[in-house]
């Protein structure tokens, strides 16, 4: 009897402090209304719609999976995972996040989300968001080019905003030292290990002449393999004479293979950008570095982690969150 008294007790004191607990835990983590599998009972098709459109334009255009991921870290990063680096200007709002200049005229992979929005709507219209859509869509590149496999939470809601200074504030330049990265992803919630594992996107797609030339005119960065400066130099004229801004590779030895190349081509000093190079600035960070280029199965790990992780930022699921429909480029 006594033993039955207390045993009640003590469940009445653990029921309590989780109800003290649970509310706490679910205000402090944004995103936490996210789950995997959201659009199971509401739109049962919605990934492999997503899945297939993705996978037919990658097979065609591997640096577009480069564009996707891109974009998601880029729609993340200025104001939560909204879509709203989607939003085309309007005669109301005509400098809209996707003209920003870290955006226009790189970010690529726009007529991805159209399709896949487009066959989303036939199938089932209004029900799956914009944002949810790019986050997918990362994913499923991240498969296609990195055989990287990760589920990722759903259930974002579109905003209503988008704002190219904003877009410029809040995405790092390919200048930015160590410090200034690290500073910049701590206020996204992401420390210098999501840092890092994240960076490992530079192993696919391409980079425009314009986002490292500094590091080539009028010398070659010390900061800089010699060599690859040299070479590089070829590829990339003088903007000072330079009529078009060329393209080339992230990684020049498996451009289209998301893995730890990249990682190896910031050891040996023949990655893009000094940002790139900044990660071997701290003991921390240059050892993560190592590691990725002797252990890749934990890089792709980590990567996959730090991608949900970057998918939970700022997300909205309520009010003046909305679906965007019938195209993501505008808001209801
Ligand atoms: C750490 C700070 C970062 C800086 C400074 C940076 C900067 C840049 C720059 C300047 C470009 C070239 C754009 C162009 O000229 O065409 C680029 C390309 C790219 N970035 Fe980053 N980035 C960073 C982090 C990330 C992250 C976190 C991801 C995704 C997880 C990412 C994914 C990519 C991809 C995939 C490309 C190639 C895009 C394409 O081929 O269209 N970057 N980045
Ligand atoms: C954008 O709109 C503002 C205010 O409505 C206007 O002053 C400006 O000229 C417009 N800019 C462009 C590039 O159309
Ligand atoms: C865009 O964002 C900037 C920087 O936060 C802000 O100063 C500006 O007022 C915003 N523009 C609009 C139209 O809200
Ligand atoms: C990074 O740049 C900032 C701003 O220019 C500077 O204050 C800081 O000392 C630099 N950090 C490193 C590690 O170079
Ligand atoms: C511009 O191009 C000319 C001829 O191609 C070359 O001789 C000159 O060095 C270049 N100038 C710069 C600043 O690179």
Same mark, same amino acid.
């Given at each position: 009897?006594?033993?039955?008294t207390?045993?009640?007790? %003590?469940?009445?004191?653990?029921?309590?402090?989780?109800q003290?607990?649970?509310?706490l835990?679910?205000?402090?983590?944004?995103?936490?209304?996210?789950?995997?599998?959201y659009?199971?009972?509401?739109?049962?098709?919605?990934?492999?719609i997503?899945?297939?459109t993705?996978?037919?334009?990658?097979?065609?255009?591997?640096?577009?999976?480069?564009?996707?991921?891109?974009?998601?870290?880029?729609?993340?990063?200025?104001?939560?995972?909204d879509?709203?680096?989607?939003?085309?200007? %309007?005669?109301e709002?005509?400098?809209?996040?996707k003209?920003?200049?870290?955006?226009?005229?790189?970010?690529?992979?726009?007529? $991805?989300?159209?399709?896949?929005?487009?066959?989303?709507?036939?199938?089932?219209?209004?029900? $799956?968001s914009?944002a949810?859509?790019?986050?997918?869509a990362?994913?499923?590149?991240?498969?296609?080019?990195?055989?990287?496999?990760?589920?990722?939470?759903?259930?974002?809601?579109?905003?209503?905003?988008?704002?190219?200074?904003e877009?410029?504030?809040?995405l790092?330049?390919?200048?930015f030292?160590?410090?200034?990265?690290e500073?910049?992803?701590?206020?996204k919630?992401?420390?210098?290990?999501?840092l890092?594992?994240?960076?490992?996107?530079?192993?696919?797609?391409?980079?425009?002449?314009?986002?490292?030339?500094s590091?080539?005119?009028?010398?070659?960065?010390?900061?800089?393999?010699?060599?690859?400066?040299?070479?590089?130099?070829?590829?990339?004229?003088?903007?000072?004479?330079?009529?078009?801004?060329? $393209?080339?590779?992230?990684?020049? $030895?498996?451009?289209?293979?998301?893995?730890?190349?990249?990682?190896k081509?910031?050891?040996?000093?023949?990655?893009l950008?000094?940002?790139?190079?900044?990660?071997?600035?701290?003991?921390? %960070?240059?050892?993560?570095?190592?590691?990725?280029?002797?252990?890749?199965?934990?890089?792709?790990?980590?990567?996959?982690?730090?991608?949900?992780?970057?998918g939970?930022?700022?997300?909205?699921?309520?009010?003046?969150?909305?679906v965007?429909?019938?195209?993501?480029?505008f808001?209801?």
């Amino acid at each position: 009897m006594e033993s039955k008294t207390s045993i009640l007790i %003590t469940c009445l004191i653990f029921a309590t402090a989780f109800q003290l607990l649970l509310p706490l835990s679910e205000a402090s983590g944004r995103g936490s209304e996210l789950k995997v599998g959201y659009y199971k009972d509401k739109c049962q098709k919605a990934e492999s719609i997503v899945t297939s459109t993705v996978s037919s334009y990658v097979k065609s255009y591997p640096g577009l999976g480069g564009g996707l991921i891109r974009m998601f870290f880029h729609d993340c990063f200025v104001r939560g995972c909204d879509a709203s680096v989607l939003l085309d200007p %309007t005669p109301e709002n005509n400098q809209t996040e996707k003209l920003a200049i870290p955006n226009f005229p790189s970010l690529r992979g726009f007529e $991805v989300i159209d399709a896949a929005k487009a066959e989303l709507e036939k199938e089932c219209k209004g029900v $799956v968001s914009c944002a949810d859509i790019i986050a997918l869509a990362a994913r499923d590149a991240s498969y296609l080019l990195g055989n990287i496999f990760y589920k990722i939470p759903t259930g974002r809601l579109d905003g209503r905003v988008s704002n190219s200074t904003e877009a410029l504030l809040n995405l790092p330049p390919p200048f930015f030292n160590l410090t200034q990265l690290e500073a910049l992803f701590a206020t996204k919630g992401l420390n210098a290990f999501d840092l890092v594992a994240l960076s490992g996107a530079h192993s696919i797609g391409r980079s425009h002449c314009s986002s490292f030339t500094s590091r080539l005119y009028p010398t070659i960065d010390p900061t800089m393999d010699q060599n690859f400066g040299a070479s590089l130099r070829k590829l990339c004229p003088d903007p000072k004479n330079a009529t078009n801004d060329g $393209v080339v590779p992230q990684d020049f $030895v498996t451009p289209d293979k998301l893995d730890e190349q990249y990682y190896k081509n910031v050891e040996s000093l023949t990655a893009l950008f000094f940002s790139d190079w900044s990660l071997l600035t701290s003991s921390e %960070t240059s050892k993560q570095v190592d590691t990725y280029t002797k252990e890749p199965e934990t890089f792709k790990q980590d990567f996959a982690n730090a991608m949900v992780k970057m998918g939970n930022i700022e997300v909205l699921t309520g009010p003046p969150g909305e679906v965007r429909g019938p195209t993501c480029r505008f808001v209801n």
